[in-house]
């Protein structure tokens, strides 16, 4: 419920609108139940007592309301419509906006897919459970309320007859409904199994074939395929029970309506017109019922989807924004680059770096090596202040990263990521996204020393050229190499490379090594290698072994003094010290 | 699990209560008889079942039309008549009819969510079957992904339309007959007045589904591109923030966020519309059968009861039609995801040539492997393969090396029959590979890929995936030979660990060493090992080197390795540039030659002559 306070905020400023929804839907309830009445009349005073002109009157009385019943129902669905696509939209936007903002531990927590979720499902069940709730959702109840009021008017004798079956109608939707839930769980369990059988099997079917497995997977999925089959038939048969057991009893009202009336009626204390009215009324509650029991489940998932959507905008940023008068860092130029004691952990246990003290003069080159799990990619990720750090100071051109403005520190550290993002549009965009403001030249000029030029250039619209969706239609190399020139265009002030050549063969990588420092002009760079060919003409090499720097120095000087580095450097070179 | 696609998210709950009534999704099949057609022979086997459902169904939609009949008899008769007596029989039959007609109804239901589900299961186990024949090149030039979510998807579209809509559609179908026929023999000039209803709303329908279609086309466009656009932002939000380009990209998102509100609103007011004219029209139907039949009984042409009967048919008129209006929507639906898996099903499998080599053959293969021209493409006039030749002895080592994109790759897809070669012949032991069954050539050869795939399961049956009929204790001596058994032991469950859910936690070279031991209890005669230690740094890499070794020892190997101290050792380094042979000898026979193998070499090296 409190999850559903905090939303109700995103209605707040369409409350006028979402009001006069609600006035209108009264307006609807009302003229609903004035029909049985009128009809009552038409045959009590009109039929019965041969007055035509009642007959006529009466009915040109209900086309009139019926035409005004149309249009509040339109005003109403159109105001109800209006609020929740609002609500949905602002939601939206409130979710992107915040994801946006969220810093790198905070992504590592929510995946893509969790947060597409969030995104589209679950703002769309809020907007259902907004929409729903102005219009079925308040109606339902309103017109059974109203027609039992009408039935106590009508008849007293009749309608207090009439209460135990609705209070029955009540007790099954309840007990139903509690009845449901666990049925609707194990479905949903045994449907989620099919599917992960059915993923991996898609995933996997390389390895299906390689090992011609088909046999086994085909009897692991008619497992669970007859699992599903029988679990959704019973659900599906139970639930087919609700309808016509609601109707049975609303239909045993009407019998008995039929049965004590006909009496009344016979007796004189009734009239028969009444008694039409009467089992008219008792139909009115008959719908609202059905309704309410669908209702339930847009209710629940509406709330669910509203505690998991605050759950996103809840969210704290893990690296807090920079106070406002904070620092920036000079426009251009290589800035320095220094950690001072850092520890950082990703969570309770999961410490990643411990004690890391190493700095970086100003256009120095800094090569990180280490065996995979030693810490490099979170030491760099530390210096644009993806993380924050536990402990110690990470310093960029001398100032504390955490009281650089954000948009400072990201605009001069340039990073080039494991995994090449590529966003949809032409390849120059791409190159260009770091600094939109990028010349043509400068474009080109990043392209050709990330060794990208020339393949661009065979490309059908050379930069022109589409980047399709993730970039399918390129190579990972290629990829990996349009994200180096991006970086490059950037003109940074720190490149930090994060392992960024593993799909480019080695060749190109000795090139793109050998164009970097006139493409970069004076820049600090940070390399997160795994080849040591990579590292060797670094000004520094740091050697990360879990989370501590056990060796620093040049490419010599480590031959010599540190034992790991000889390690890495023989199990690469291999034939090294046999040659 | 080596990446995990996000599942398709598929509401159980929500998607069996969703009714008629909330528009669903707008589309057509391009031939909906054909998908029709096949679908039929789903249903077949249960041919009984459905006579009995229809008959239930006939009975039920009757009995529900007795109701308001005997409603106005009594009414009229028994009331009117002032017979006591009467109204009891009346009454007890009221109450009879109505229990009965709900009887027949849940019985249907009951009969018929068997009879679709069980339907439905056979449609997925067709499909499941089918899609293991399916060659590899289906499964590259398809996303996982949406591969997945046109499976789920379309078989939920399917369901729904199967076990909701066939009964709904019949009941109403049944009930509006049945309504017409009673009309009539209650009193026709009142039954001809309640037909105008009829053009009336089909016209309504027309209207409203013109629009709300065009509506609702629209809106899933626009969210279309809207969840594009979120999913490349949120996925590349890493990128986005350390580029600091978050406003444009929010400004983007905003832009298409008020374009999808737009249609929004416009595609609902039209669906709402469809509710509120309908019961405008129940009323108007009441008012005309009220005045219309308050004439007639002035003149005394009709009864009160007849009136009152008329009235609560009318009720039960309307709603079939509203019914049969969205059911035509999702039985479109459905339709269109039928021909979605039928196209999935009719796309040619891998096909077995008339297998000359039995199964128990694989054991026996020696391992002497001789490709002869062979010649391949995957896009027709792009070759990737141009005139390869190569002899293998049984035992022999050899190592492709070759830039990216140089086809080392593809001749392992087509030594496995993952793509079938268009010139040249591929043969092992001297017998061509197109004349031995798919199956059993493919036992014969061990893969060890880059990407190591683990399944949702315990350690051991990952393991054991290379040999099912493999005793535990088999399995734990083939990951004790891969150097695996130590970090096994170490894990929280050890061999019966479930990596389900702890797949994340186990470090790349972990994964490989699982899929070695895989290879190893697999015992092939003949291995490939595609960049199998590519994705682990060097340190861990020497540690799966030993595993490998181990596993190579007296099997004919090819590896493909971008590092070329991996492949040091092999007898024969093959290089590839472009789909041809460029060079071939030893290592040190290839750097003495001082061709495209040492300027390969040596660039990784530079700098290195200390």
């Known amino acids: 419920m409190n999850d559903l306070k905090e939303l109700l905020r995103f209605v707040r400023p369409y409350r006028r609108l979402a009001l006069f929804s609600f006035a209108m839907l009264l307006a609807m309830v009302a003229l609903d139940l004035a029909v049985p009445r009128l009809v009552e009349r038409t045959i009590d005073q009109g039929v019965r007592r041969g007055d035509m002109a009642v007959v006529l009157g009466t009915s040109a009385l209900m086309l009139a309301l019926s035409i005004i019943e149309v249009a509040a129902a339109v005003l109403n669905s159109n105001s109800s419509v209006r609020v929740g696509e609002s609500v949905a939209r602002d939601l939206r936007q409130a979710v992107f906006v915040k994801i946006q903002s969220f810093s790198h531990g905070n992504m590592d927590r929510f995946s893509t897919g969790r947060l597409m979720v969030r995104l589209t499902s679950d703002t769309g069940a809020v907007q259902r459970l907004a929409q729903v709730t102005l219009r079925i959702g308040t109606r339902a109840p309103l017109t059974m309320l109203g027609a039992i009021a009408l039935m106590f008017v009508t008849s007293p004798g009749l309608a207090a007859a009439m209460v135990p079956i609705l209070l029955v109608a009540g007790v099954c939707i309840v007990v139903f409904s509690a009845r449901m839930e666990p049925l609707f769980r194990a479905v949903q369990q045994r449907l989620d199994r099919l599917n992960t059988v059915l993923q991996e099997n898609i995933a996997g079917a390389r390895l299906v074939k390689a090992f011609v497995r088909s046999g086994r997977e085909i009897a692991r999925f008619e497992a669970t395929n007859t699992e599903l089959a029988d679990g959704t038939t019973s659900v599906t048969q139970y639930m087919s029970l609700m309808t016509p057991m609601l109707t049975v009893l609303i239909n045993l009202g009407m019998v008995l309506v039929i049965w004590m009336g006909g009496n009344r009626v016979i007796q004189g204390r009734l009239s028969l017109g009444q008694i039409v009215a009467f089992t008219n009324y008792l139909l009115a509650t008959l719908n609202p019922l059905v309704m309410m029991t669908q209702l339930s489940n847009t209710w629940a998932n509406g709330m669910a989807s509203a505690r998991r959507v605050n759950e996103v905008l809840d969210a704290e940023s893990a690296v807090p924004p920079a106070s406002p008068g904070s620092a920036s860092l000079a426009a251009s130029g290589p800035c320095s680059v220094a950690f001072l004691g850092v520890s950082f952990s990703y969570g309770p246990g999961l410490a990643a770096l411990e004690e890391v003290s190493l700095s970086a003069e100003p256009g120095q080159t800094v090569a990180i090596l280490g065996s995979t799990g030693a810490g490099k990619s979170s030491l760099v990720n530390l210096i644009p202040r993806f993380y924050d750090v536990d402990r110690g100071q990470v310093l960029v051109g001398g100032i504390d990263v955490r009281e650089i403005r954000e948009d400072s520190l990201r605009a001069r550290v340039a990073v080039v990521p494991q995994e090449s993002v590529l966003f949809s549009g032409t390849v120059r965009d791409n190159i260009r996204y770091g600094r939109p403001e990028a010349t043509e030249g400068e474009v080109v000029a990043a392209a050709q020393a990330a060794q990208a030029h020339d393949f661009i250039l065979r490309l059908p619209q050379g930069y022109d050229t589409r980047v399709e969706e993730r970039g399918v239609n390129l190579s990972g190399g290629q990829k990996q190499r349009i994200s180096i020139a991006r970086a490059l265009a950037a003109k940074p002030g720190v490149l930090v490379l994060d392992d960024s050549t593993s799909a480019v063969d080695v060749e190109t990588e000795t090139r793109i090594q050998t164009a970097l420092p006139a493409a970069l002009g004076a820049c600090t760079v940070f390399v997160v290698a795994q080849r040591i060919s990579t590292v060797l003409n670094a000004d520094k090499i740091v050697v990360l072994e879990q989370g501590r720097v056990v060796a620093e120095g040049r490419h010599r000087e480590l031959l010599g003094s540190s034992p790991i580095y000889r390690e890495i450097y023989d199990s690469q070179l291999g034939g090294g010290p046999r040659e | 699990?080596?990446?995990?696609?996000?599942?398709?998210?598929?509401?159980?709950?929500?998607?069996?209560?969703?009714?008629?009534?909330?528009?669903?999704?707008?589309?057509?099949?391009?031939?909906?008889?054909?998908?029709?057609?096949?679908?039929?022979?789903?249903?077949?086997?249960?041919?009984?079942?459905?006579?009995?459902?229809?008959?239930?169904?006939?009975?039920?939609?009757?009995?529900?039309?007795?109701?308001?009949?005997?409603?106005?008899?009594?009414?009229?008769?028994?009331?009117?008549?002032?017979?006591?007596?009467?109204?009891?029989?009346?009454?007890?039959?009221?109450?009879?009819?109505?229990?009965?007609?709900?009887?027949?109804?849940?019985?249907?239901?009951?009969?018929?969510?068997?009879?679709?589900?069980?339907?439905?299961?056979?449609?997925?186990?067709?499909?499941?079957?089918?899609?293991?024949?399916?060659?590899?090149?289906?499964?590259?030039?398809?996303?996982?992904?949406?591969?997945?979510?046109?499976?789920?998807?379309?078989?939920?579209?399917?369901?729904?339309?199967?076990?909701?809509?066939?009964?709904?559609?019949?009941?109403?179908?049944?009930?509006?007959?049945?309504?017409?026929?009673?009309?009539?023999?209650?009193?026709?000039?009142?039954?001809?007045?309640?037909?105008?209803?009829?053009?009336?709303?089909?016209?309504?329908?027309?209207?409203?589904?013109?629009?709300?279609?065009?509506?609702?086309?629209?809106?899933?466009?626009?969210?279309?591109?809207?969840?594009?656009?979120?999913?490349?932002?949120?996925?590349?939000?890493?990128?986005?923030?350390?580029?600091?380009?978050?406003?444009?990209?929010?400004?983007?998102?905003?832009?298409?966020?008020?374009?999808?509100?737009?249609?929004?609103?416009?595609?609902?007011?039209?669906?709402?519309?469809?509710?509120?004219?309908?019961?405008?029209?129940?009323?108007?139907?009441?008012?005309?059968?009220?005045?219309?039949?308050?004439?007639?009984?002035?003149?005394?042409?009709?009864?009160?009861?007849?009136?009152?009967?008329?009235?609560?048919?009318?009720?039960?008129?309307?709603?079939?039609?509203?019914?049969?209006?969205?059911?035509?929507?999702?039985?479109?639906?459905?339709?269109?995801?039928?021909?979605?898996?039928?196209?999935?099903?009719?796309?040619?499998?891998?096909?077995?040539?008339?297998?000359?080599?039995?199964?128990?053959?694989?054991?026996?293969?020696?391992?002497?492997?001789?490709?002869?021209?062979?010649?391949?493409?995957?896009?027709?006039?792009?070759?990737?393969?141009?005139?390869?030749?190569?002899?293998?002895?049984?035992?022999?080592?050899?190592?492709?090396?070759?830039?990216?994109?140089?086809?080392?790759?593809?001749?392992?897809?087509?030594?496995?029959?993952?793509?079938?070669?268009?010139?040249?012949?591929?043969?092992?032991?001297?017998?061509?590979?197109?004349?031995?069954?798919?199956?059993?050539?493919?036992?014969?050869?061990?893969?060890?890929?880059?990407?190591?795939?683990?399944?949702?399961?315990?350690?051991?049956?990952?393991?054991?995936?290379?040999?099912?009929?493999?005793?535990?204790?088999?399995?734990?001596?083939?990951?004790?030979?891969?150097?695996?058994?130590?970090?096994?032991?170490?894990?929280?469950?050890?061999?019966?660990?479930?990596?389900?859910?702890?797949?994340?936690?186990?470090?790349?070279?972990?994964?490989?060493?699982?899929?070695?031991?895989?290879?190893?209890?697999?015992?092939?005669?003949?291995?490939?090992?595609?960049?199998?230690?590519?994705?682990?740094?060097?340190?861990?890499?020497?540690?799966?080197?030993?595993?490998?070794?181990?596993?190579?020892?007296?099997?004919?190997?090819?590896?493909?390795?971008?590092?070329?101290?991996?492949?040091?050792?092999?007898?024969?380094?093959?290089?590839?540039?472009?789909g041809r042979i460029v060079e071939r000898g030893s290592h040190q026979e290839l750097l003495d030659r001082r061709g495209f193998y040492h300027r390969l070499y040596m660039s990784q090296f530079k700098g290195n002559e200390i």
């Open chain 2, 1 to 578: 699990m080596s990446e995990k696609t996000e599942l398709p998210i598929i509401d159980v709950k929500s998607s069996m209560q969703r009714r008629q009534g909330r528009p669903g999704k707008y589309e057509k099949a391009k031939n909906p008889r054909r998908a029709l057609i096949r679908l039929v022979p789903y249903l077949r086997p249960f041919l009984p079942q459905l006579f009995v459902v229809i008959g239930f169904v006939v009975c039920y939609s009757l009995l529900s039309l007795a109701g308001p009949y005997l409603m106005g008899r009594a009414i009229d008769v028994s009331i009117g008549g002032r017979d006591l007596s009467g109204l009891l029989r009346f009454v007890l039959l009221m109450a009879g009819t109505y229990l009965a007609s709900n009887a027949f109804n849940v019985a249907a239901n009951w009969v018929m969510a068997r009879v679709s589900q069980d339907a439905l299961k056979t449609l997925r186990g067709d499909l499941f079957r089918h899609l293991q024949s399916l060659t590899m090149g289906f499964f590259d030039t398809h996303s996982a992904g949406g591969l997945m979510s046109r499976l789920t998807s379309d078989i939920d579209a399917i369901n729904q339309a199967v076990s909701q809509n066939v009964t709904a559609l019949l009941t109403s179908a049944i009930t509006m007959l049945g309504i017409v026929i009673a009309m009539f023999a209650l009193n026709h000039w009142l039954a001809l007045a309640s037909l105008i209803v009829l053009p009336i709303m089909f016209w309504f329908t027309r209207f409203v589904a013109k629009y709300t279609r065009k509506g609702f086309r629209d809106l899933q466009k626009g969210l279309g591109e809207l969840n594009a656009v979120a999913e490349e932002a949120i996925s590349g939000q890493r990128v986005i923030k350390a580029f600091g380009r978050n406003e444009s990209v929010i400004e983007d998102f905003r832009r298409r966020n008020e374009a999808v509100f737009r249609s929004g609103v416009y595609a609902n007011s039209f669906a709402l519309l469809l509710m509120p004219l309908t019961q405008v029209l129940g009323t108007f139907f009441v008012v005309v059968i009220a005045s219309l039949g308050g004439a007639f009984a002035l003149r005394g042409l009709v009864s009160v009861g007849t009136i009152a009967a008329f009235i609560s048919y009318g009720q039960n008129f309307i709603s079939p039609l509203r019914q049969i209006a969205n059911l035509y929507n999702s039985i479109q639906a459905a339709l269109a995801g039928a021909e979605r898996v039928f196209e999935v099903v009719d796309t040619p499998g891998e096909g077995e040539a008339e297998g000359e080599l039995s199964e128990g053959i694989a054991q026996s293969i020696h391992g002497d492997v001789s490709l002869k021209d062979v010649v391949f493409s995957y896009v027709p006039g792009v070759q990737i393969v141009k005139g390869f030749s190569l002899e293998v002895r049984a035992g022999q080592t050899i190592a492709l090396v070759g830039p990216t994109g140089a086809g080392k790759t593809t001749i392992i897809n087509l030594l496995t029959r993952f793509y079938e070669i268009e010139g040249g012949s591929i043969s092992i032991d001297g017998r061509d590979i197109r004349q031995m069954r798919r199956s059993s050539l493919r036992r014969s050869l061990g893969l060890v890929l880059q990407d190591t795939f683990l399944f949702a399961d315990t350690v051991m049956e990952n393991i054991r995936f290379g040999r099912l009929e493999a005793t535990d204790e088999e399995c734990i001596e083939a990951a004790r030979l891969a150097e695996a058994d130590h970090f096994i032991r170490q894990l929280p469950g050890g061999y019966a660990t479930d990596l389900s859910e702890r797949a994340g936690n186990l470090s790349q070279g972990q994964r490989q060493l699982l899929s070695i031991s895989r290879a190893i209890l697999a015992d092939p005669a003949i291995l490939v090992l595609d960049e199998a230690t590519s994705s682990v740094d060097t340190r861990t890499e020497l540690r799966i080197q030993k595993a490998l070794l181990r596993l190579m020892e007296g099997r004919t190997s090819f590896v493909i390795a971008h590092r070329l101290s991996t492949i040091r050792d092999a007898d024969l380094v093959v290089v590839i540039d472009e």
